[in-house]
């Protein structure tokens, strides 16, 4: 069977419409609302982002600025000192959206189910 | 080791290097972190089929680190060696058991472990399992980059080997 051909061709395939099937299923299943910001390991702050007031955060990590906007619970990297401005190209963020990641800054804003993780880490 | 040798990893280097640096002029058209169609992998796939796996090692990481120099990002350094690595390994067996002709399919399989090998990595460096929430979208990408790189491979291998 390891050498049939057809074998890894179906292997292959499977690969590819498993990772589509998981990527539709988080892409549309995800309603979490509270945001977690994590900056090199360590969670710096958690919040309900519903009913957040509007407001401008701020992180520093070896001298470079991430400022996060937050507003009408929604939320937006709007700068990063970083080569490739990926996170801000993700633009405004509801609840359930995907992590953002500023991978140069070490930090990372994810959605998740509610803050007791938070607490316990 | 002979110079004939030396001179076609040398060679093969450079070729990847060129990719490389036309590739980074490409902006990145999706929003996905950690996401590049990877064309350099083109002379990895190509190597995997053609050279000793000693070699493809020597000219994978040579790649990786003038790569990471000349694009000047040295924090993405951890997660394209961690990719480029598991991508190799996994290839490296797969060459065994995958014929000539099915050269794509090699690639896309390389490609899924590179983005498996660069989110692990992602998510050590990051001290955060939230990256790999996008593994899935990663893959589906990797997978239409790696075909298409596994194409380009398949066709370099026929033609500039002979059997």
């Known amino acids: 069977m390891i050498r049939n051909q057809r074998f890894w061709v179906a292997v292959a395939a499977f690969v590819f419409l498993s990772a589509v099937a998981a990527s539709i299923i988080l892409y549309f299943s995800r309603s979490e609302s509270t945001v977690r910001i994590i900056q090199d390991g360590k969670v710096v702050t958690a919040f309900e982002l519903e009913g957040h007031p509007d407001e401008e955060l701020v992180f520093e990590y070896e001298g470079r600025k991430n400022i996060v906007e937050i507003k009408d619970g929604r939320l937006r990297m709007r700068s990063a000192d970083c080569p490739d401005k990926l996170c801000e190209r993700s633009g405004w963020c509801g609840k359930g959206s995907l992590p953002l990641i500023c991978l140069p800054n070490r930090l990372v804003i994810e959605f998740t189910a509610s803050d007791t993780d938070a607490v316990a880490r | ?163």
Request: hydrophobic fraction near 60%; glycine fraction near 8%.
């Open chain 2, 1 to 163: 080791m002979d110079t004939k040798r030396l001179t076609r990893m040398a060679l093969l280097t450079s070729f990847a290097l060129i990719i490389f640096v036309i590739e980074l002029q490409i902006p990145p058209f999706l929003p996905l972190p950690g996401f590049k169609l990877g064309l350099a992998n083109i002379v990895t796939v190509y190597a995997v089929y053609v050279l000793r796996p000693a070699d493809c090692a020597l000219i994978v990481i040579a790649r990786i680190l003038l790569g990471t120099i000349i694009a000047g990002n040295p924090m993405a350094l951890a997660m394209s060696l961690s990719g480029g690595l598991f991508c190799l390994i996994g290839m490296l067996l797969l060459s065994k058991v995958i014929d000539r002709r099915h050269i794509w399919v090699c690639s896309i399989l390389g490609a899924a472990l590179h983005n498996l090998g660069q989110t692990a990595a992602a998510s050590a460096v990051m001290q955060t399992s939230a990256v790999f929430s996008y593994l899935p979208f990663l893959i589906v990408a990797g997978c239409a980059a790696g075909l298409f790189t596994g194409i380009m491979a398949q066709a370099a291998v026929n033609r500039l080997t002979r059997k």
